[in-house]
Every structure is written in structure tokens, then in C-alpha cells.
Nanobody, 124 residues
Framework: QVQLVESGGGLVQAGDSLSLSCAAS????????MAWFRRVPGKEREFVAAISSLDGSTFYADSVKGRSTISRDNNKKTLYLQIHNLAPDDTAVYYC?????????????????WGQGTQVTVSS
């Protein structure tokens, strides 16, 4: 089993950049597709970005494409997300998630391992 713990959230100003981390426990982290989702109270979780377990292929939501980078360090068992030019609409709780089987996409139903989330608040 994989356990996930997010960190790096906080209060930032519009236009700033932010780096989030997700620390994983377990010996098979490198076999999981990893992804970031975010959620605002009252709404369903929104896909942000995903990265494959094998060749490092990435997939981004249109809302962050061009200003975000998802990466992973399998030796450190850590997933990262960098977002530049943050805006108030980026305010949300950010979750990291893992999926088995090589899935790479936005459907949260395929992600069976979730962290507890880290709050990101962007002031205007």
C-alpha cells in the first residue's frame, strides 16, 4: 500500500509561484501513475496534472497548462507540482493521488490512493 502526505501549501499573493510536494511511503511508488487534484468546498475534485510511472509522460488540465510543471523523484518517493502566476481561482485544497495500471488521465475514479490535502490560498 502507498500512503501519501502533501505539503507546501499556504497563503500566497496573486502572481507568485508555489511548489507543492507529496511524500509517499511504500516500495512500489515508482509503479504508480501520480496526479494532482484540487477541490473547492461544494464542488467535485478537479484534475490538475498527472505523470506516468514509466516514461515520465505528463498530462495537464487546460486551467494550468503552460504555467505548471508536475514531476517526480522515484528515489525520494516524492511527487511535485509547481504553479506559476497564481491567481485567486487557484485557491483550493490540493490532493495528490496514485493510480495503478499505467493510467494517465483526469478521471479521479481511477485513482485509489489519496493524501489528506494541503490548502493553497491565493490573495488578490
Amino acid at each position: 500500500q502507498v500512503q501519501l502526505v502533501e505539503s507546501g501549501g499556504g497563503l500566497v499573493q496573486a502572481g507568485d509561484s508555489l511548489s507543492l510536494s507529496c511524500a509517499a511511503s511504500g516500495a512500489t511508488f515508482e509503479r504508480y501513475t501520480m496526479a494532482w487534484f484540487r477541490r473547492v468546498p461544494g464542488k467535485e475534485r478537479e484534475f490538475v496534472a498527472a505523470i506516468s510511472s514509466l516514461d515520465g509522460s505528463t498530462f495537464y488540465a487546460d486551467s494550468v497548462k503552460g504555467r505548471s510543471t508536475i514531476s517526480r523523484d522515484n528515489n525520494k518517493k516524492t511527487l511535485y507540482l509547481q504553479i506559476h502566476n497564481l491567481a485567486p481561482d487557484d485557491t483550493a485544497v490540493y490532493y495528490c493521488a496514485g493510480a495503478m495500471g499505467g493510467y494517465l488521465g483526469p478521471s479521479f475514479a481511477w485513482y485509489h490512493h489519496w493524501g489528506q490535502g494541503t490548502q493553497v490560498t491565493v490573495s488578490s
